[in-house]
């Protein structure tokens, strides 16, 4: 398990809130920043705010250096072939987006089939959905077993010839289960179809290789792995990449400009339109170095065993409904605890310290899908503890025993 020294080394942690130890287990929405990625962060602005690839100065370039010096190190974080299939952008939102935008249109006509699942967040749905409008492509879905997880005999049967993208989270973020993005991607190949893979919550728990995924795009997120807000990337394969035309137009990304027509500067930066999030990109170096120093192996771990705890401990409490696959492999829970509404539930827990994610968790279908209008969610990561988890349950069990007294 984590030790107890790199907890520490999360500021935020060390407060009260409502009078108790704060207890932050909403690490599916965003994780908590280390001093490491903070002091990252601030060195920058206090020493080489500059902006990337113009100035000859001595500023310009260490702030070029380190925002490329970030993209070597996602580079080999996940495993790409070369830094140029690595495109910055605000998140895997803008990610996801850039492919369904760019990609898309070309790859996609009246006939084809885009195949996706109901427990897509929506930032994986939506641009599929207007894609598909927009070009008369069919919209298919895979099928979902009880507990959200998926079949590959489904898959060989919903992806045919007629397929040209399959788009999937490789971990939902509702339901904690983690898709078997590699074997997907083999069967999308095998009709000549390409795979765009949401990895916001995959790539912060767990070792992701592209090369062995053999996934065509990867989005992921920087806020979820210990980086600052605003900063996320899109990987994808060279010639695919080289093939999109850009979706924003400016500064930086431009070859040659005449009057009437301009050039594209060549991968990555032709994605890149405009001042990059420089800050951001610093951050997220930082927080690829520590989570390297901690081992993702060890965190991958760490959080197994976590989630086979908390499930354990709240199978325990009468009348609470857990949701997806038992014996995950990452540290996102979702429940509801009887009758009470998930954001009361959320009210009561925050009264008490603890900090969980109450709502439709940008998943609307999959909520109609479980005949729920909204969830409770418990995710941990690296900083949480079985500590944490017996404070949850023990407010639960209180909020169980509150609204039962309310309600007479």
């Known amino acids: ?236 394969k060279k010639a695919l990449l080289e093939a999109m035309e850009p979706v924003e137009f400016g500064g930086e990304m431009i070859d040659d400009v005449g009057l009437y027509d301009a050039t594209w500067k060549e991968l990555p930066w032709r994605f890149e339109g405009g001042t990059p999030i420089i800050a951001g990109a610093v951050g997220l170096g930082a927080a690829i170095d520590f989570l390297q120093e901690v081992g993702m192996d060890e965190i991958h771990r760490h959080e197994t065993a976590l989630a086979a705890y908390a499930e354990q401990r709240l199978a325990a409490i009468e009348g609470l409904s857990m949701y997806g696959p038992r014996n995950r492999e990452v540290g996102v829970i979702t429940f509801n605890l009887g009758d009470v509404h998930p954001h009361d539930v959320a009210t009561v827990l925050d009264a008490q310290g603890i900090a969980i994610r109450a709502g439709h968790h940008c998943c609307q279908p999959l909520m109609r899908w479980l005949e729920v209008s909204s969830t409770a969610r418990a995710s941990f990561y690296l900083y949480n503890t079985e500590s944490d988890v017996d404070q949850l349950v023990a407010a639960l069990i209180k909020t169980k025993e509150y609204f039962a007294d309310e309600l007479g």
């Open 1 to 236: 398990m984590i030790s107890q020294s790199i907890r520490e080394q999360f500021p935020i942690l060390n407060q009260d809130i409502n009078g108790h130890p704060l207890v932050y287990l909403d690490n599916a929405a965003t994780s908590q920043k280390p001093r490491q990625v903070i002091e990252a962060v601030k060195a920058y602005y206090e020493w080489d705010n500059a902006n990337v690839h113009r100035g000859v100065h001595t500023l310009g370039s260490r702030a070029t250096d380190a925002y490329e010096g970030a993209r070597e190190k996602l580079q080999k974080f996940i495993n790409a072939r070369s830094s140029k299939e690595i495109i910055f952008t605000r998140g895997t939102t803008t990610a996801l987006n850039l492919v369904a935008s760019s990609y898309g249109p070309s790859a996609v006509g009246e006939g084809d089939e885009i195949v996706i699942t109901q427990m897509e967040h929506h930032s994986n749905l939506i641009p599929w959905q207007q894609l598909a409008k927009r070009t008369g492509a069919t919209l298919k879905y895979l099928p979902l077993q009880k507990d959200g997880t998926i079949l590959l005999e489904d898959a060989e049967t919903t992806i045919t010839d007629h397929t040209k993208i399959v788009a999937i989270a490789y971990v939902s973020n509702v339901m904690g289960v983690t898709h078997p993005v590699k074997e997907l991607a083999a069967i999308a190949h095998r009709h000549g179809a390409v795979i765009v893979v949401d990895g916001a919550q995959s790539t912060p728990h767990m070792k992701v290789d592209m090369q062995d995924l053999d996934c065509d795009f990867y989005a992921l997120s920087g806020h979820k792995m210990l980086a600052p807000t605003g900063i996320g990337a899109l990987y994808g």
